[in-house]
Protein backbone atom coordinates (compact mmCIF):
# COMPACT_ATOMS: atom_id res chain seq x y z
CA UNK A 1 0.00 0.00 0.00
CA UNK A 2 1.11 3.32 -0.70
CA UNK A 3 -0.52 6.78 0.33
CA UNK A 4 0.24 9.75 -1.60
CA UNK A 5 -1.18 13.13 -0.06
CA UNK A 6 -0.91 16.38 -2.44
CA UNK A 7 -0.64 20.01 -1.63
CA UNK A 8 0.07 23.33 -3.54
CA UNK A 9 -2.77 23.76 -5.69
CA UNK A 10 -4.78 26.57 -5.77
CA UNK A 11 -6.37 29.48 -7.78
CA UNK A 12 -3.86 31.58 -10.32
CA UNK A 13 -4.19 34.45 -12.87
CA UNK A 14 -3.16 33.47 -16.61
CA UNK A 15 0.75 33.38 -16.68
CA UNK A 16 1.02 32.83 -13.32
CA UNK A 17 2.84 29.77 -11.52
CA UNK A 18 2.08 26.85 -9.22
CA UNK A 19 4.01 23.91 -7.65
CA UNK A 20 1.89 21.24 -6.55
CA UNK A 21 3.89 18.15 -3.97
CA UNK A 22 2.96 14.71 -3.27
CA UNK A 23 4.17 12.67 -0.90
CA UNK A 24 4.65 9.12 -0.54
CA UNK A 25 4.82 6.87 2.46
CA UNK A 26 6.77 4.93 1.18
CA UNK A 27 10.88 5.02 0.13
CA UNK A 28 10.95 6.57 -3.43
CA UNK A 29 13.00 4.14 -4.41
CA UNK A 30 11.32 0.95 -3.35
CA UNK A 31 8.41 2.88 -6.17
CA UNK A 32 8.84 1.85 -9.94
CA UNK A 33 7.23 5.54 -11.24
CA UNK A 34 5.71 8.26 -9.89
CA UNK A 35 4.31 10.86 -11.19
CA UNK A 36 0.88 13.52 -12.30
CA UNK A 37 -1.86 13.49 -14.15
CA UNK A 38 -4.85 15.99 -14.61
CA UNK A 39 -8.85 15.69 -14.98
CA UNK A 40 -10.61 18.50 -16.61
CA UNK A 41 -13.97 19.31 -16.56
CA UNK A 42 -15.93 16.79 -18.92
CA UNK A 43 -12.14 15.12 -20.19
CA UNK A 44 -10.70 12.11 -19.45
CA UNK A 45 -7.70 12.08 -17.01
CA UNK A 46 -4.31 12.28 -18.82
CA UNK A 47 -1.29 12.07 -17.83
CA UNK A 48 1.36 15.16 -17.44
CA UNK A 49 4.59 13.91 -16.95
CA UNK A 50 6.31 11.12 -14.90
CA UNK A 51 9.42 10.29 -12.85
CA UNK A 52 11.55 6.97 -12.10
CA UNK A 53 13.62 6.63 -8.81
CA UNK A 54 16.89 7.32 -11.45
CA UNK A 55 15.12 10.73 -12.27
CA UNK A 56 14.30 10.06 -16.26
CA UNK A 57 11.01 11.79 -16.71
CA UNK A 58 8.95 12.07 -19.46
CA UNK A 59 5.71 14.88 -20.00
CA UNK A 60 3.08 15.08 -22.32
CA UNK A 61 3.81 17.29 -25.60
CA UNK A 62 1.34 19.77 -24.42
CA UNK A 63 3.35 20.90 -21.31
CA UNK A 64 6.71 20.21 -22.24
CA UNK A 65 8.83 23.16 -21.41
CA UNK A 66 6.45 24.98 -19.16
CA UNK A 67 5.97 21.81 -16.47
CA UNK A 68 9.08 19.93 -14.57
CA UNK A 69 9.03 17.39 -12.43
CA UNK A 70 11.41 16.45 -9.76
CA UNK A 71 11.75 14.58 -6.85
CA UNK A 72 13.72 14.77 -3.41
CA UNK A 73 14.44 11.01 -2.61
CA UNK A 74 14.92 12.78 1.03
CA UNK A 75 11.45 13.53 1.42
CA UNK A 76 9.98 10.98 -0.94
CA UNK A 77 8.10 13.81 -2.68
CA UNK A 78 7.72 14.18 -6.45
CA UNK A 79 7.42 17.81 -7.35
CA UNK A 80 4.99 19.25 -9.90
CA UNK A 81 6.47 23.20 -11.31
CA UNK A 82 4.13 24.83 -13.78
CA UNK A 83 4.81 27.22 -15.28
CA UNK A 84 2.65 30.02 -17.75
CA UNK A 85 -0.31 28.46 -16.77
CA UNK A 86 -3.21 28.88 -19.09
CA UNK A 87 -6.84 28.31 -18.57
CA UNK A 88 -6.63 25.41 -20.48
CA UNK A 89 -4.08 24.04 -17.56
CA UNK A 90 -7.52 23.87 -15.16
CA UNK A 91 -8.09 20.66 -13.63
CA UNK A 92 -7.65 18.77 -11.05
CA UNK A 93 -4.54 17.15 -10.82
CA UNK A 94 -3.19 14.04 -9.27
CA UNK A 95 -0.39 12.40 -8.09
CA UNK A 96 0.22 8.80 -9.18
CA UNK A 97 2.63 5.88 -8.15
CA UNK A 98 3.24 2.16 -9.53
CA UNK A 99 4.03 -0.09 -6.88
CA UNK A 100 4.18 -3.87 -7.33
CA UNK A 101 1.83 -4.13 -10.14
CA UNK A 102 -0.54 -2.20 -8.67
CA UNK A 103 -1.56 1.73 -8.99
CA UNK A 104 -2.35 4.38 -6.67
CA UNK A 105 -3.16 7.66 -6.44
CA UNK A 106 -3.52 10.70 -4.35
CA UNK A 107 -7.21 12.44 -3.47
CA UNK A 108 -6.20 15.22 -6.07
CA UNK A 109 -5.69 18.75 -5.67
CA UNK A 110 -7.65 22.00 -7.70
CA UNK A 111 -5.81 24.32 -10.06
CA UNK A 112 -7.90 27.27 -11.88
CA UNK A 113 -6.55 29.67 -13.73
CA UNK A 114 -8.34 32.61 -14.10
CA UNK A 115 -8.49 34.43 -17.23
Known amino acids: QVQLVESGGGLVQTGGSLRLSCAAS????????MGWYRQAPGKQRELVAT???????NYADSVKGRFTISRDTSKNTVYLQITTLTPEDTAVYYC?????????WGQGTQVTVSS
Open 96 to 104: YAHFRFASY
Open 26 to 33: ISFFDINL
Open 51 to 57: ITPGGRT
